[in-house]
């Protein structure tokens, strides 16, 4: 369930960027360059905090694996 919640943010997050740049495309009231770039700064935060999310779990699950001798069963 949290690996289908992370894609669903991480889909969300990619749509909502691909609108504000159809938005500024196309001269939508309200996207301006200086809104576009605060989206595209939101999105690679967003990004660079789901990697760092995802790398903390996978160091967490070796160290736990390590205690317990051995793998998880998944």
């Not at 660079?48 to 699950?61: D, M, P, S, V, Y």
Request: proline share 1%.
């Amino acid at each position: 369930a949290r690996r289908e919640t992370e894609f669903e943010l991480d889909d969300v997050s990619r749509e909502q960027l691909a609108m504000a740049q159809e938005e500024y495309r196309i001269g939508a009231s309200g996207m301006d360059f200086f809104r576009l770039q605060q989206i595209v700064n939101e999105e690679a935060t967003a990004q660079r905090q789901l990697l760092e999310a995802r790398f903390t779990f996978a160091t967490a699950l070796i160290a736990l694996e390590e205690r317990l001798g051995g793998p998880l069963e998944r």
